[in-house]
């Protein structure tokens, strides 16, 4: 059920019947997949204030998750981590104000790999020391992917119509491909970061997961104020996608999306960029040489939680829960290193984002945008056996700063396969081309536990 007709189905007390009805729901199926990490002790009283604007703004009423590196006034935001369990935040991060402004409810948080994958290149996809491990809800014994895992799930099982992720690199619309939702991933800025646990300000954002892009777009709008924020897909005559076979992805999904593209009149043409695995190692040195000082900068803001990288070093070797599964060598490389090291990464990440920007625009030169395969399929979760680590195409619009859309495009074996559409720099500019390509997708299909209630 979508956004507009979860909230016409719930009229006229929206707010607090849609709010229930969310509450039962996450009650009913969250065991199954371990999506919400907590709930927001005031949800029905937000709801029952919201009624009062429900015919005045358009998210009134309207029940949100947010992943838990979002601050939330009185509630924990841990980033997965038991270090940061019992000091919660006092004030909203920006971006929750927006939602609170807008008449939302603040439903609670959302489970996500813990300290956004960045603690260890061994770190399980969707688990954390706080919340455990979240679920692919097409088949639970599947990983979510993430770090946005429980915000792309909760969606997926039905539990809430809208959820807001963060993406550094594809955190946001990995997740969604897997589960078979949209993932909007904006240009970095366009919704505020701060009160944002951070791994890279020249990276980060915030985006909006939800069962149809129109959903999404209408909460980017209301929390940006943009009117040029638009989910009225462009006409497909005259128009060129580039096809990207990123390496190691399925085509299938780009196969099934290209084909209904050239019957609707668009031309599609193949791209290639052969730079794009030399920018990964490029982007990782420099997240590691930026994140002591952003990580640091926001535990400042959090009286009562370490307040520096080597107290969380530290406090995570003192818990034995923390390293049960994985160690923390990225944490321990990036506090390794020494200023001139630093320096040295940070200017191959300004070169390698650069070079990303570079190649978008030069593909731009003749096409609308790019077509690239989101994900390969959920794989198995094995207890004690580390991630594949499967190829993305998410890197090129990370590293550039520009927006990236996933959709559902295709299922193998039941399990959910994304497109993704990028390249145009402004997320404005990106939305009627990926509205256009929405059109052409199949309808979702529902996971078992959404589909089981009526």
């Not at 000091?87 to 807008?102: H, I, K, N, Q, Y």
């Not at 096809?243 to 290209?258: N, S, T």
């Amino acid at each position: 059920m979508s956004l507009s007709d979860r909230v016409t189905a719930a009229r006229p007390s929206r707010g607090v019947e849609l709010t229930r009805w969310c509450l039962d729901r996450i009650t009913r199926y969250d065991p199954l997949v371990n999506a919400v990490i907590g709930l927001d002790p005031t949800a029905l009283d937000q709801a029952a204030r919201a009624e009062r604007l429900r015919d005045r703004a358009p998210l009134a009423g309207v029940p949100v998750l947010v992943k838990d590196n979002i601050d939330v006034a009185g509630v924990d935001c841990t980033a997965g981590s038991r270090l940061l369990v019992g000091a919660p935040p006092a004030r909203d991060a920006p971006v929750v104000e927006g939602l609170r402004a807008a008449g939302a409810v603040v439903l609670g948080k959302t489970n996500l790999s813990e300290w956004g994958t960045f603690r260890s290149v061994r770190a399980p996809e969707g688990w954390s020391a706080v919340g455990g491990q979240t679920r692919n809800p097409y088949a639970p014994d599947r990983s979510p992917w993430g770090s946005s895992a429980g915000s792309a799930v909760a969606v997926a099982a039905g539990m809430v119509p809208l959820a807001l992720g963060t993406e550094t690199d594809g955190s946001i619309v990995c997740p969604a491909g897997a589960n078979g939702v949209v993932g909007v991933k904006p240009e970095p800025g366009l919704l505020p970061s701060g009160g944002v646990v951070p791994i890279s300000p020249a990276q980060d954002c915030v985006g909006v997961f939800a069962t149809r892009l129109d959903d999404a777009v209408l909460c980017l709008a209301e929390l940006t104020g943009r009117g040029d924020l638009s989910a009225a897909p462009a006409r497909l005559t005259g128009r060129r996608f580039g096809l990207w076979h990123a390496p190691g992805l399925p085509r299938l999904a780009l196969e099934a999306v290209g084909s209904a593209l050239r019957t609707a009149g668009a031309e599609l043409v193949e791209v290639d960029f052969p730079e794009h695995s030399g920018l990964l190692l490029a982007e990782v040195v420099a997240l590691q040489a930026g994140f002591p000082e952003a990580v640091e900068g926001y535990l400042r803001t959090r009286p009562g939680v370490p307040d520096s990288l080597a107290a969380l070093i530290a406090g995570n070797r003192a818990d034995p829960e923390e390293l049960r599964l994985y160690d923390q060598d990225v944490f321990e490389a990036s506090a390794a290193l020494s200023a001139q090291d630093r320096a040295l990464r940070a200017e191959a990440g300004r070169q390698a984002r650069a070079r990303a920007r570079r190649l978008l625009d030069d593909a731009l030169r003749g096409v609308d945008a790019v077509l690239a395969p989101t994900n390969p399929p959920a794989w198995r979760l094995v207890p004690g056996r580390p991630d594949p680590r499967p190829a993305t195409s998410s890197v090129l619009a990370a590293l550039a700063g520009y927006p990236n859309v996933s959709l559902p495009a295709a299922w193998t074996d039941g399990l959910p396969l994304g497109v993704s559409v990028f390249g145009p720099p402004r997320l404005a500019d990106l939305l009627p081309l990926a509205a256009a390509v929405e059109q052409c997708c199949p309808a979702p299909r529902a996971p078992a536990p959404a589909g089981a209630m009526p």
